[in-house]
């Protein structure tokens, strides 16, 4: 079976892969004009990895700016095209609702920043991309949920391996019963955090290493396992006297649960370098290393006693364009989001369990 057949077949992450995502182009787009993104917040993931990634669309565009610094509206807005009249700051955001080339807003600010502008975007009846972890507390993202369906407008969150070809082919492997039935999972995320910067300042991050990277570690435990986790038991380990950890956690580990008695072992780092994932059943395992990264993923499997290296076809789209455009093309067609708002509530609900039980020191129960 071709890749493109087999990733139709997949559940989890893999499911409702539309073809949009691998490039093909369908008959209800054609003729009709691509969708426009607003940016908001023009920062280094604004600007080095998404808004390039917008030229490459099928189905959207970059047609408007949102910054709090006149110089970056300037130097961006002349770098795309982008005229004075879809420039914005942070005060003038909602006259967005006055702007019809504005059908799609992506949220890239600060953590704590995501619920109030992806909850004024929808308020301004346009549809929103919002970054990941989607909000800095469950009730947040519930109220943006809200806000979202009160509005009859999408709410996408930011997981961008929802849409990477090694994911998807990990996910699909795993599904596949390649390795036997998961019993383990290793989901290990980290990098060293630079001092001064907003994500060690909890009232604009939310948390430490868990809300940025360890996420990942997360997410991945659950689209590998494509099951909930029934308990979480969490332990830190954070060295205070070190000046970047005033109010964030460095290092946060935890272990998950799940209904078939698989268990996934998370790492969440601001002080070592981890980007990997294994899934290991009784007839072999599937890992990726890197795991989770822009670019450059590396896959090996084990069958029996053999490993091997596996290395994919380069996709039509690569990741970010296939996020982007996943947004746009769900407008479009009518078809249901990956990756949706209750998607990034559900991580969200679980990092406050995997706190809870670090802070309480004991395992938590969820329902
Ligand atoms: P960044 O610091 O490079 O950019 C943040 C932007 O927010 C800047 O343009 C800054 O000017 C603006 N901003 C507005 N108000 C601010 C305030 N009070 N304090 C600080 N900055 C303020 O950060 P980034 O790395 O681009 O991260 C932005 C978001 O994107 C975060 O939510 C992060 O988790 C997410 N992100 C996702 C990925 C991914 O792979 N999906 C990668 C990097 C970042």
């Known amino acids: 079976m071709s890749i493109v057949a087999r990733r ?3 559940g989890g992450i893999g499911a409702g892969l539309a073809a949009g995502a691998l490039g093909g182009a369908s008959a209800w787009t054609q003729g009709k004009r691509k969708l426009g ?14 808004m390039p990634r917008l030229a490459q669309c099928e189905f959207a565009e970059l047609r408007a700016l949102v910054s709090g610094m006149p110089e970056k509206l300037e130097k961006f807005g002349a ?3 982008i005229p004075r009249t879809h420039w914005y700051d942070y005060r003038g955001y909602d006259r967005i609702r006055d702007n019809p080339d504005i059908d799609l807003v992506y949220v890239v600010l600060p953590n704590s920043m995501h619920a109030e502008y992806s909850i004024r975007a929808s308020q301004a009846g346009k549809h929103v991309l919002c970054e990941k972890p989607m909000a800095v507390s469950a009730a947040e993202c519930e109220a943006m949920i809200a806000a979202a369906r009160a509005a009859r407008r999408k709410l996408m969150i930011g997981y961008r391996c929802h849409f990477e070809r090694y994911n998807l082919h990990a996910v699909e492997l795993v599904r596949s019963g390649f390795a ?5 999972i290793t ?4 990098f060293y955090a630079r001092p001064g910067q907003w994500r060690l300042d909890r009232a604009l991050s939310g948390g430490g290493s868990l809300m940025d990277i360890g996420i990942y570690s997360l997410n991945a435990a659950r689209y590998l396992s494509g099951e909930e986790p029934v308990e979480i038991s969490a332990m830190e380990s954070t060295d205070r006297d070190d000046e970047r950890f005033r109010t964030v956690e460095d290092r946060i580990d935890w272990q998950m649960r799940f209904p078939s008695g698989a268990i996934a072992n998370c790492v969440s780092s601001y002080s070592s370098g981890h980007n990997a994932f294994r899934v290991t059943g009784n ?13 450059g993923h590396r896959m090996r499997t084990r ?3 053999r490993i091997n290296d596996v290395t994919l076809p380069a996709p039509a789209k690569d990741q970010f364009v296939a996020q982007l455009d996943h947004l746009a093309e769900s407008v479009l067609s009518g078809t249901a989001l990956r990756a949706s708002g209750e998607e990034g509530l559900r991580d969200m609900r679980l990092i406050e369990a995997i ?13």
């Open 355 to 367: 706190y809870r039980s670090a802070r309480e020191r004991r395992a938590i129960t969820l329902a």
């Open 79 to 81: 770098q795309y095209g």
């Open 180 to 184: 036997g039935r998961p019993t383990l």
């Open 283 to 295: 007839r072999g395992w599937v890992e990726l290393e890197p795991a989770t990264s822009y670019a």
């Open 187 to 190: 989901s290990e995320h980290g």
């Open 37 to 50: 993104y607003a940016v908001v917040g023009l920062g280094s993931y604004a600007t080095q990895q998404i």
């Open 8 to 10: 139709k077949v997949l």
């Open 303 to 305: 069958e029996g006693g």
